[in-house]
């Protein structure tokens, strides 16, 4: 029978379908596995549900010698060597689609959260240090009528721009080419980063990591946007040089973030836990019930899709 290991437990609804399908094995801990038990587990398996905090390399590859495919619960797969898995004719699967919108609206969450000081206020309020109304107390910044940068304009970079729409915001974006459709309903216009940069009061990352995009952000781009402006990563962390960002928030060259990834996760700077003008979140952008539920029902799709003879219907190494 066809033998699937699941390296973190996921949704029952994911599981419940494997199981009329294959033999399921899941890691019984809730944490994740060492380097040395994920190995040991994956070696007889001919799938495996992978996280985002694993790597999946030649070694993985090397050591699972019955491998056909590899589902990752995420839709970032910068994980994964992918030309390792293509070249022994792995299928890579990702979670497209299915936790677009949890993750743009998280990104709204740390953008309004950082634009009106939320956690500062709600920290300030339960310390007892409420005393009454008072005109100065936790001004931020307002939202409505403002420029919103979108940097890289995907699934989730427009499902971000356009949850704007009630807030009447200029919308600049970039992108690898412009997206005829999504301007026509957005009315965003297709600019080059440092435009971008200098021109918005909002800049959020919804690029993939590539070698390409690594430090994408760094103390130039830093220097680029406005002292006012607002910084949120939902996407991967080391897109953005967090040391940079660190010295960005305590010298106010800008004025907030909104962190919901870092440069070495799980690791955080330890400066960014000190600071007020930033918001910080553990990788909760995919986090709700409902994208979590249909993110495990699509990595048992992928599998079975595969234990029928079909291409898996989110392949990401065509
Ligand atoms: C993903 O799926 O890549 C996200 O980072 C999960 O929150």
Redesign the pocket.
């Known amino acids: 029978m066809f033998k699937v290991y699941v390296t973190r437990m996921i949704p029952e609804e994911g599981i419940e379908l494997l199981k009329k399908y294959c033999e399921v094995e899941i890691n019984p801990e809730d944490r994740p596995l060492k380097r040395e038990e994920l190995l040991e587990a994956i070696k007889d398996k001919d799938a495996v549900v992978t996280q ?1 905090n694993e790597k999946v390399d030649a070694e993985f590859f090397h050591t699972a010698k019955n491998l056909k495919i590899v589902a990752n619960y ?3 797969f910068d994980n994964i060597d992918l030309k390792e898995a293509t070249k022994r004719r792995i299928y890579v699967t990702n ?1 497209p689609d299915v ?1 677009t919108n949890a ?1 743009a609206e998280l990104a709204w969450a740390l953008l309004f959260t950082a634009a009106r000081r939320v956690v500062e206020a709600d920290k300030f309020t339960r310390e007892g240090k409420f005393t009454g109304w008072a005109p100065n107390l936790f001004l931020g910044k307002a939202v409505t009528g403002k420029t919103l940068g979108v940097i890289g304009a995907g699934r989730i970079g427009q499902a971000f721009a356009k949850m704007s729409k009630g807030f009447e915001m200029k919308i600049l974006y970039t992108a690898n080419t412009p997206k005829e459709e999504f301007e026509k309903e957005t009315g965003a216009k297709y600019v080059d980063l440092e435009t971008l940069l200098k021109e918005s009061d909002f800049v959020s990352i919804h690029v993939p990591l590539t070698p390409h995009t690594r430090h994408l952000i760094g103390e130039k781009e830093l220097k680029l946007m406005k002292k006012t402006a607002i910084l949120i990563n939902t996407a ?1 962390g080391p897109v953005v040089d967090e040391k940079a960002l660190v010295n960005a928030l305590k010298n106010k060259d800008i004025y907030a973030a909104g962190l919901d ?1 870092y440069e070495k996760e799980p690791e955080i700077t330890e400066e960014l836990k000190t600071l007020d003008n930033v918001v910080i979140l553990p ?5 709700t019930d409902e994208a979590r539920r249909d993110m495990a029902v699509l990595v048992a799709q992928n599998i079975i899709d595969v234990i029928e003879g079909r291409t898996p219907r989110t392949l990401v190494n065509k």
């Open positions: 985002l995420a839709v970032g979670t936790l993750t991967r990834v990788h909760i952008g995919s986090a």
